[in-house]
């Protein structure tokens, strides 16, 4: 992997090429959107111990 590979990003700049790897510009932004707030999962409780004889 490197300058010959054509998938990677160092591969997109040797050919002076644009795509998946390499992006040509970003997208832009949606203007007044509100940015996506994920909850982290809910911890789960610890199963109760058996009682040794």
Sequence with gaps: MGK?????????IYRSSYGN????AL???V?????TVTKA???KKA?????SA
Aim: charged share 40%; hydrophobic share 30%; net charge positive.
């Design 31 to 35: 203007a007044g959107a509100k940015p």
């Design 47 to 51: 199963a109760p111990r058996k009682k």
């Design 27 to 29: 997208a832009p932004a």
């Design 41 to 43: 999962p809910a911890a």
């Design 21 to 24: 790897s390499r992006a040509h």
């Design 4 to 12: 010959g590979d054509r998938k990677t990003r160092r591969g997109k």
